[in-house]
């Protein structure tokens, strides 16, 4: 009746279920008595009779029968809420995993580096932020024994926290239709006591970690030819920068070109990869060219992880503003070479 | 109430012409239902097929029986047709256009011309959609959600797309018909709250249908647009939003499911009052509560995006506004149930069709209610225990009004009646067989099963044995009033006008009823289910 329970939800989820599935078979019962008992006792016995014809005040009995199920309505609407809350809302110290999903394979890879592909090994105790994206459809992470599931959008990031609370092996399934083979986009999660996640860890390849290999793809890229990261040592260098700096970004507003403001998360830094033309920053051409096609998902998760680890002071100005990034603008235009060459610079253009 | 006369024997709208003109022309609203329950009926055997052979891949973990791209092909066509051609359709198409006219005294709908055709556009749809599956098929999902639909999907995306908008014409062309023939053509002293609660679930219905059905026209000429053309509306390698999509589908197809079930409440609440021969108790909540839950029907539909990384406050919104429907279905609930009370209850097939509605609705609802609830809806979102729940409320629902209707009316419609023995034993069948098929569901759905799966862990096999056997007893359950219903066409004892004893107006003409509906236009000059007035009458 009940799978395996292994999260800190997965208890309260069952509670809630429990309740409703004990006041959903006390309605039904209820129901089902009285009509069977009506259909006995009121049976017709000659094909003549009729039924008592009566007026009677129905009014008094359906504002009861109005009112009973919804309190008990509004009432488990706010136990479900508070539930949900607990799911939506990760603790700030969460471990950051990230996982790509793509026709039909999980991948994860580990704060510490370490890739999987179908299989997921998580630590026990230790609460477990997964940062997930896809490369074509939307999937959908389901682990039924956490009792969490999490669409994985192409195109976004979302998050799905759990804490394991059982070492075990579980299921994981996809649950969003995604193609011929959504019944085989299963994997496991390992639940391993920390001791075991340790020893585990040690004895796989780590790679290097997601931030590190943003760096690295930072450089590849030669992202720096415009956006500074350096610790912030010249003015100079922001002056002549051709765009905005990256220190300090995430999770600060930005004002866009187009008067609106955006936070900087996760999905903002994607899209400013792969569509920079989407969103241009107040006081900025758009110059920059798309890396749509020349980067996977997976280093674009790389890259978002680098420059999340990005905090401190944006580079060299204290406390830059809009002034600044405005006399920015001449310097830029100073360097760009021609507006055809920005027309080449299009997503779209060719 | 009314005043009346007897067709002359050996006339009526069967007997008024016999070519196959007479019957292809038609401008009869009668005659079209039964060119729908011909074509309809076509449909729901091969969407029963469909869902037939689901459920025998699964009988065994393994995906052993066929491919995984025919068996996913398999359940979108049993989605599309079931949903598309039988559900949506069946009651407003066949039991509405049979009896809309008649029940407000009227000798036509509105439109005669645009309801024939409606039957028309419905079959055109139906033979380009069924083009598509035998090319091959489609295996989408009856969702078609993006960007899978419109760039991944292998199969005949734009061809079924297309049979779906022209459908969606159809529909609207039923809907129209049914508002302006019940505001314009309502006998004299027939006034709104004289009016059957069958009229205010079509009225209710047709609300839903004009309001919904240009959005998920307008969604799917978009969908179709966009894996011919590449716009990128929906896909994110285009720059689009596939959530786009989900919101836009869901706003016409959560509300569909009133398109599907307030009709049958409508057969629902006439078979109950006729059965108990009593007034149904509470009727002005019932006919309001139907508008209402058509209203609130549309502002449900985000309930389908809990887990799709939607706002937490949009979930919560949502959550609430979804569990609040339920509160005026489950008065209903009551309010049959009170009906009972001191009635004179006959046990006749119709009745147990539907009680067997009011005991399939009431699971369906409250699991309906708990999946509303955003904490738990988490964990069981796209797994079986959804299936089971939706199939509670359209299945258990809207087919037992459908199948209670039909054996309610059929005298009226044939001038005959059925078997009583196995017209019970077929009405039995089906609600074991459902329960078999259905209930098991649900656990397997909290167990985590997902759903549109082709092969599942080995642990799940026996929930899924039992509800493949329920779905074999169901099966024949639903094969049997074919045969019995046509063998009563030739052999059936000959009804009189009123077999049941039922107070309306379709009770007043004859059976089957003249062409023209009455020989003498009626005139109401009682509320509705004035049994009281009957009773008076025979003394
Ligand atoms: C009245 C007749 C109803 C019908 C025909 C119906 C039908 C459906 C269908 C077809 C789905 C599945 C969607 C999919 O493909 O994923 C569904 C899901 C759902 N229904 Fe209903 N429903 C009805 C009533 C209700 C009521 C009264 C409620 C709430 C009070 C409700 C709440 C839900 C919720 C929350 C879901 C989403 C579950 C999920 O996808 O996880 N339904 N319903
Ligand atoms: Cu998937």
Not at chain 2, 327 to 332: D, E, L, M, N
Not at chain 2, 519 to 535: F, I, N
């Amino acid at each position: 009746m009940f799978p395996e329970a292994a999260s800190t939800f997965a208890g309260e989820v069952d509670t809630l279920y429990f309740v409703w599935i004990a006041v959903s078979l006390f309605f039904s019962v209820l129901i089902a008595a009285f009509i069977i008992f009506f259909f006995m006792k009121y049976r017709r016995r000659e094909w003549y009779q009729y039924g008592n014809q009566a007026e009677v005040k129905t009014l008094p009995l359906e504002i009861t029968w109005s009112v009973i199920p919804l309190i008990i309505t509004l009432a488990m609407f706010a136990w479900g809420a508070k539930v949900f809350f607990d799911l939506s809302r990760p603790p700030v110290d969460a471990d950051a995993y990230y996982a790509v999903g793509k026709q039909w394979m999980w991948k994860f890879q580990h704060p510490e580096g370490v890739r999987e592909i179908n299989d997921l090994h998580v630590p026990v105790g230790r609460p477990i932020q997964l940062t997930m994206t896809s490369e074509d459809v939307i999937h959908s992470f389901y682990v039924p024994a956490f009792r969490v599931k999490k669409d994985v959008l192409p195109g976004r990031y979302t998050t799905v926290w759990f804490e394991a609370t059982q070492p075990g092996r579980y299921h994981l399934f996809c649950a969003e239709y995604c193609g011929t083979e959504h019944s085989r986009m299963i994997g496991s999660v390992y639940a391993l006591s920390p001791e075991d996640y340790e020893s585990w860890l040690a004895t796989g390849v780590a790679g290097p970690t997601l931030q590190a290999s943003g760096e690295e793809l930072f450089e590849q890229f030669a992202c720096a030819t415009c956006h500074q990261v350096g610790d912030g040592a010249s003015v100079d260098a922001t002056r002549l920068a051709r765009g905005p700096a990256l220190r300090g970004l995430f999770g600060t507003e930005v004002a866009l070109a187009s008067g609106r403001t955006v936070t900087a998360d996760e999905s903002y830094i994607r899209q400013s990869i792969l569509n920079p033309q989407a969103d241009i920053v107040a006081g900025w051409q758009p110059i920059m060219p798309t890396f749509k096609g020349q980067v996977t998902a997976e280093q674009v998760n790389a890259l978002v992880d680098f420059i999340k680890s990005l905090d401190g002071e944006p580079a060299g100005v204290p406390g830059l503003g809009e002034d600044l990034r405005e006399g920015a603008v001449p310097a830029l235009q100073a360097a760009t070479d021609s507006v055809d060459e920005l027309e080449g610079n299009r997503p779209d253009a060719g | 109430m009314t005043t009346h006369a007897a067709a002359a024997p050996g006339s009526n709208y069967l007997t008024n012409g016999f070519s196959l003109k007479s019957w292809l022309l038609t401008k009869d609203h009668k005659r079209i239902a039964i060119l729908y329950m011909i074509s309809i009926t076509v449909f729901f055997v091969l969407g029963g097929l469909f869902a037939f052979v689901v459920r025998l891949e699964l009988l065994t973990p393994a995906g052993d029986l066929m491919e995984a791209d025919t068996y996913n092909r398999m359940f979108t066509m049993h989605g599309v047709v079931m949903i598309f051609f039988f559900l949506i359709p069946s009651i407003p198409a066949v039991l509405g256009n049979f009896l809309v006219p008649i029940m407000i005294g009227a000798k036509d709908l509105a439109f005669p011309k645009i309801n024939l055709a409606s039957w028309y556009l419905y079959n055109i749809a139906g033979v380009i959609t069924l083009a598509a599956i035998a090319m091959g098929g489609v295996d989408t999902g009856w969702t078609f959600y993006t960007p899978f639909s419109t760039t991944y999907a292998n199969g005949y995306v734009v061809l079924t797309v297309v049979g779906l908008f022209i459908n969606g014409f159809s529909s609207i062309f039923t809907g129209l018909n049914f508002i302006v023939s019940i505001h314009r053509m309502r006998a004299p002293g027939l006034t709104w709250f004289r009016l059957p609660l069958f009229i205010w679930g079509h009225y209710a219905t047709s609300l839903v249908i004009m309001l919904g059905t240009p959005v998920i026209a307008i969604t799917l000429a978009l969908l179709a647009a966009e894996r011919a053309l590449h716009l990128g509306i929906f896909d994110p390698a285009l720059g689009g939003d596939p959530i786009l999509f989900q919101h836009l589908f869901w706003f016409y197809s959560h509300p569909a499911v009133y398109i599907m079930i307030l009709p049958s409440m409508g057969v629902i609440s006439e078979i109950i009052s006729a059965f108990t021969r009593k007034k149904i108790f509470g009727y002005h909540f019932v006919a309001f509560a139907s508008i209402a839950i058509a209203i609130l029907g549309f502002l449900v539909w985000g309930h389908h995006l809990f887990v799709s990384g939607q706002s937490i406050y949009a979930g919560l919104v949502f959550s609430v506004l979804s569990m609040l429907v339920g509160v005026p279905s489950a008065v209903k609930v009551f309010n049959w149930m009170a009906t009972l009370y001191q009635g004179s209850i006959s046990r006749q097939t119709p009745m147990l069709y539907a009680l067997g509605f009011i005991g399939l609705f009431t699971i369906g609802g409250l699991t309906g209610v708990m999946l509303a609830t955003i904490g738990l809806d988490v964990h069981v979102h796209d797994t079986y225990f959804v299936v089971a729940h939706f199939h509670y409320i359209m299945v258990g629902g809207a087919i037992m009004g459908y199948l209670g209707g039909i054996h309610f009316w059929w005298p009226k419609m044939t001038g005959r009646l059925y078997p009583n023995f196995w017209s019970k034993l077929s009405a039995g069948l089906v609600f074991v067989g459902f329960n078999l098929t259905f209930f098991p569901q649900f656990i397997l759905g909290y167990l985590g099963m997902p759903r549109r799966y082709w092969s599942y862990p080995d642990e799940m096999q026996v929930l899924n044995v039992l509800s493949t056997a329920g779905a074999t007893i169901l099966g024949v359950g639903y094969a049997m009033p074919l045969f019995y219903l046509l063998w009563s066409l030739k052999g059936g004892r000959v009804a009189d006008d009123n077999p049941w004893g039922a107070y309306g107006l379709e009770w007043e003409t004859s059976s089957p009823p003249p062409t023209e509906n009455f020989l003498h236009d009626p005139v109401v000059t009682g509320g509705p289910y004035d049994y009281a007035e009957l009773e008076r009458k025979r003394g």
